[in-house]
């Protein structure tokens, strides 16, 4: 009758240390982990978008084109 008791202690004892600790961790691990995966996929596009815009050439030299080359001379003749 002992032993009975000391069984089903030991199996309530295994199945709270199971279902409430080892499943819990876990889980609580994997979201950890898949956080952190997330986190550092965003660093790593913010910091390629970073690089594309210091190899991207400004604007501002583009626009600086000078204006005298659309007017052409023209001479009267009499």
Known sequence: M???LLYGFLLYLL???IFELLIP?????VEVKQKLREM????????RQYEQ???TPSPTAATTKRKDDDYIEFEEVK
């Open 25 to 29: 961790v876990s889980k609580a691990t």
């Open 40 to 47: 550092q996929e965003q660093q790593n596009a913010q910091q």
């Open 2 to 4: 002992f032993k009975i």
């Open 15 to 17: 199945y709270k240390f």
């Open 53 to 55: 815009q210091q190899h």
